[in-house]
């Protein structure tokens, strides 16, 4: 399961009816954004939209999406443990509580007034109800309330993706201008609906045209709007009263958490061990948030494992994904009833702050191991300059093909290196790979050439290319590179080192292959035990360019 979906079944309804509310608010804004056009090309708009969102699927997904977001925000504010959170959490949680005071009544005057009144809620109507009024005002504040909520959410969810992190500038200028453009279309339909109202001869058309409601539908509909935010106001306040009642139960018992290498405190029971720590100072890593969707809050039991309940679902699947050992388990989800002594596997130093790609990110993506052949026997007796001069003019003739194909060498290593192709997906990523080896063998021929012209014996190579999982990390002390590891590293380095004993120059793992949209059943693979590796590789051996240039296109 991808990373960001990993937690409960709450935390993925959560993201799923974000994101359908999200998508909503983006094209209702840019819908708005529209009125710097013209009338027309905003009204062709909204049919267009509504033709999703107001058939019985649309409408159904809609509203589930946002009543199932509303009841998860007030059943997590009366689950929680402690009102202490860091200030982004703070104010996403007060803009969604917020979100609804002004939802209420938007809701009712459109959707309601239109499938109750057959009011025509085109958004001349809308715009012309309320501009001039403290509703424009209110209206506005609601539409950067949902704006700046969903923003802070999405980035929450994605932002230990390398493709998040390189887009942001790009997404912080979209941030910003969807509002921007929302309001400018407001205000240019609010002057020019102003205009028409004004007019007595235009008015009475209007009104017809939009239907408008009377004085007893209008009075229905305030009465309606009391009654929701009624609701609102005794949901809240039964979430809260949850919460103080919990609050004061857990305060008439405390339990004892003893950190290794850190301090001990006291703490209320009832909290999960990440609000314990949270609450009481203690640094403790959660690159999620407390979502169970990754594992960097993890701690090991040292004593008193006995006192927990075992790992439910979600976080079973997160520890076995990092093959943690017995003892092990997520300090945002275990609620500590007897004294527990952890040791906390990610403690921060409190001398360097790092950014949140340093904790890990896993991706699966392709890898190249090459090598250059007979090195040691080819350089003995040679002066070291002579050895540095040559190593260099072989990486600048094979790096560029690597770099050109969207790779990063990741590292030298003597007469080798290991390169990573981080591109947006594993399709991309292996067929970066293909393209990248086809450079290489290309630039070898060139190179040894010139070698031979030289009077010197060519360059052999051996090159593993493979596809899997791996994790990008800062990994080091001070300012440590980025830099990857795991299982599919150690396999594309084995891989390397059989070519040698096949004699040839590259063997193609047949994941790598599929994921670039080769068929690898029609190519003649062959079967390898790698040292180090657990299961067979299925590797496709390449003898020379023309070989891998007779491969189908991907």
């Known amino acids: 399961m991808s990373p960001l979906w990993r937690g409960s079944l709450a935390t993925r309804l959560r993201i799923v009816s974000g994101l359908v509310l999200f998508g909503y608010a983006l094209f209702h804004f840019l819908n708005i954004g529209m009125g710097l056009a013209s009338p027309a090309a905003m009204e062709a708009m909204q049919e267009a939209r509504q033709v999703v969102t107001r058939s019985g699927a649309g409408t159904v997904i809609l509203y589930s999406a946002l009543i199932i977001h509303a009841a998860m925000a007030l059943v997590g504010l009366a689950q929680r443990g402690t009102l202490r959170m860091p200030l982004r959490e703070a104010i996403q ?27 025509n809620d085109d958004y001349g109507y809308l715009i012309g109800l309320i501009w001039g009024s403290s509703s424009a005002w209110t209206q506005t504040a609601l539409l950067l309330l949902v704006w700046i909520h969903g923003c802070i959410g999405l980035h929450i969810w994605l932002r230990a993706k390398a493709w998040w992190r390189a887009a942001q500038p790009w997404l912080i200028a979209l941030a910003v201008l969807v509002p921007a453009f929302a309001m400018v279309g407001f205000v240019t339909e609010g002057r020019r609906i102003t205009v028409a109202f004004a007019d007595p001869d235009r008015v009475q058309g209007l009104l017809a045209l939009y239907n408008w409601p009377d004085a007893p539908a209008f009075d229905a509909m305030v009465a309606w709007k009391d009654y929701g935010l009624q609701l609102f106001w005794l949901l809240l306040g039964l979430s809260m009263a949850a919460y103080a009642l919990r609050w004061l139960m857990r305060r008439r018992q405390s339990v004892r958490i003893s950190y290794v290498d850190g301090p001990g405190i006291a703490a209320p029971k009832g909290l999960t061990l990440l609000e314990m720590s949270q609450a009481n100072g203690i640094p403790h890593t959660s690159l999620c948030g407390g979502k169970g969707r ?127 192709f981080e591109t947006a997906d594993e399709a991309s990523s292996a067929r970066a790979g293909l393209k990248a080896v086809k450079g290489i063998l290309s630039a070898l021929l060139a190179f040894n050439e010139t070698l031979e012209d030289e009077g010197s014996d060519p360059v052999r190579v051996g090159i593993g290319l493979h596809l899997g999982e791996i994790v990008l990390g800062e990994i080091g002390a001070g300012h440590a590179p980025r830099t990857i590891i795991g299982d599919a590293v150690n396999t594309a380095s084995r891989l390397e080192a059989k070519t040698k004993e096949l004699s040839v120059p590259l063997l193609i793992t047949e994941a790598l292959l599929a994921a670039a949209g080769l068929d690898p059943s029609d190519l003649p693979l062959v079967t390898l035990e790698l040292r180090g590796v657990s299961a067979p590789v299925a590797a496709l051996p390449v003898v020379d360019l023309a070989e891998l240039d007779a491969l189908p296109a991907p």
């Open 294 to 420: 990754c594992t960097t809050c993890r701690v090991v039991i040292e004593s008193g494992a006995d006192h927990l309940h075992p790992p439910g679902p979600a976080e079973a699947r997160s520890l076995a994904a990092v093959g943690a050992r017995v003892g092990t388990r997520l300090a945002c989800q275990i609620r500590p009833a007897g004294p527990l002594t952890v040791f906390r596997v990610f403690q921060p130093d409190g001398r360097r702050k790092r950014a949140h790609a340093s904790q890990g990110e896993e991706r699966r993506l392709a890898i190249l191991f090459l090598d250059m052949r007979g090195f040691t026997a080819r350089t003995t007796g040679q002066l070291p300059y002579d050895v540095v001069f040559l190593l260099n003019r072989f990486f600048d003739a094979i790096v560029p093909p690597i770099t050109g194909a969207g790779g990063t060498v990741d590292k030298y290593l003597g007469d080798g290196l290991l390169a990573v």
């Open 93 to 119: 949680l007060g803009f969604g509580l917020t979100i609804p005071l002004f939802l209420i009544t938007h809701i009712i005057f459109t959707r309601g007034a239109h499938e109750i009144f057959g009011v």
